[in-house]
Every structure is written in structure tokens, then in C-alpha cells.
């Protein structure tokens, strides 16, 4: 069983950036994949960043492709989402999860566990 507690989460202004973590209990974390999602109110929720068991290979949604950043600390057990000059349309609840599999993928039904998310907000 993997747990996931995000934080970092806040509001900010068009421009500003912003740190999001997720921390992780359970050793197995290190061979999963993890992502990061956001759901707009109204929206569907949609992958943002995700990354394989090694840190070695991302993806990302094409909106936030050279702004937003995924990385992990196997070590730390905990993984992080730098965010760049976010814009307003960015605003969103963000939630951390991983699947039992080492390559990430785009769909959430995909991923065996999640966080209870963290709000961002940007203002513009």
C-alpha cells in the first residue's frame, strides 16, 4: 500500500512559480510510476506530468511543455512538480499518484493510488 500527501499548493500570481510535493510511505514507491494530474472545476481530470520508476523518462501535457517540471527522490521517497510562469488557466486541484508499473502514462484509470490533492490558484 503507497500513501500520497500533497503540498505546496497556493495562490499565486500570472508569472509566479510555485513547488508542489508529494510525499510517500511504503518502500515499494521506488519501482512505481508517478504522476501528476489537475481537475478545473467542470473539467475532466487531466495528466500533467508524469515520470517512470528511475526518473528517467517524462511525459508531459503539451499546455504546461517547457513551464512545468516533474522530478523524484527515490531515495527521499517523495516526488515534486515545479511549476514556471504559470498562467491563469492553470488553476486547478493537483493530485500526486502512482501505478504498480514503471513506465507512466497519460490515463488516470491507469494509476493504483492518489493523494487527497492540493489547491493552486493563479490570479491574473
Known amino acids: 500500500q503507497v500513501q500520497l500527501v500533497e503540498s505546496g499548493g497556493g495562490l499565486v500570481q500570472a508569472g509566479d512559480s510555485l513547488r508542489l510535493s508529494c510525499a510517500t510511505s511504503?518502500?515499494?514507491?521506488?519501482?512505481?510510476?508517478v504522476g501528476w494530474f489537475r481537475q478545473a472545476p467542470g473539467k475532466e481530470r487531466e495528466c500533467v506530468a508524469a515520470?517512470?520508476?528511475?526518473?528517467?523518462?517524462?511525459i508531459y501535457t503539451d499546455s504546461v511543455k517547457g513551464r512545468f517540471t516533474i522530478s523524484r527522490d527515490n531515495a527521499n521517497n517523495t516526488m515534486y512538480l515545479q511549476m514556471n510562469s504559470l498562467k491563469p488557466e492553470d488553476t486547478a486541484v493537483y493530485y500526486c499518484?502512482?501505478?504498480?508499473?514503471?513506465?507512466?502514462?497519460?490515463?488516470?484509470?491507469?494509476?493504483?493510488?492518489w493523494g487527497q490533492g492540493t489547491q493552486v490558484t493563479v490570479s491574473s
Open positions: 499518484a502512482a501505478r504498480r508499473a514503471y513506465s507512466p502514462t497519460y490515463y488516470s484509470a491507469e494509476y493504483d493510488y
Open positions: 511504503g518502500r515499494t514507491f521506488r519501482w512505481y510510476a
Open positions: 515520470v517512470d520508476w528511475s526518473g528517467g523518462s517524462t
